[in-house]
């Protein structure tokens, strides 16, 4: 069963800390849509914390969840970038990067250590993000006469179909996002639709 659904967040978390043998680690969730608000994110944040020592971070992007990575600043390998990446997965979020910068406290933690820090801010941060759930849309143009358009209504209706854009004059233009599960059986419905043209958009 092909997924049709994505969780991601709102709004970026609140700061927050975990504290560990004198170290400090300040994580920080964002929402994101692209490599470049990626980017700027992190220059803010080496803005922010410039006297800190890392700044490892995981994001993951597309609602198929299928773009992602980790990075561990100059941690020893896999032990800051795969624990928040490890989050992000457990959490079953995309379009985000999650963010956690480390003041070093004098004491060594060990990779096993900083396996768990990591790990703990990344969830921390995100505990504090209000979590939503999105569907996978399928975006459809439907072109038809003006007499049609009380059965065009009554299908998005039945259906429970997001209008996203309308164009009403004698030929009209309905511009339409059915979840993706449902779409192949509500392009059918237009399909055998006297009258009606419909025609998939591709994004």
Request: aromatic share 12%; proline share 2%; glycine share 6%.
């Amino acid at each position: 069963m092909e997924k049709d659904t994505y969780k991601t967040i709102l709004k970026a978390s609140e700061e927050v800390l975990f504290k560990e043998k004198g170290s400090k680690f300040f994580g920080y969730a964002f929402p994101v849509s692209s490599d470049e608000e990626v980017k700027e994110h992190i220059e803010t944040l080496k803005k922010q914390h410039h006297s800190a020592r890392h700044w490892c971070y995981a994001w993951q992007l597309g609602k198929n969840y299928e773009h992602y990575r980790a990075n561990d600043d100059g941690e020893p390998s896999n032990s800051a970038g795969m624990p928040i990446y490890g989050q992000l997965q457990s959490f079953d979020v995309t379009d985000i990067l999650v963010v956690v910068v480390r003041y070093f406290g004098g004491t060594k933690l060990g990779v096993g250590g900083l396996i768990q820090a990591y790990k703990a801010t990344a969830q921390m941060a995100l505990e504090t993000c209000k979590i939503v759930k999105r569907t996978i849309d399928e975006t459809f143009l439907l072109k038809f006469e003006y007499p049609e358009m009380n059965t065009v209504m009554r299908i998005i209706k039945d259906e429970d179909i997001k209008l996203i854009d309308q164009k009403m004059e004698l030929n009209c233009e309905f511009k339409i996002a059915v979840r993706k599960k449902e779409a192949e059986r509500v392009f059918e419905v237009f399909e055998s639709t006297y009258k009606v043209t419909v025609k998939r958009i591709e994004d």
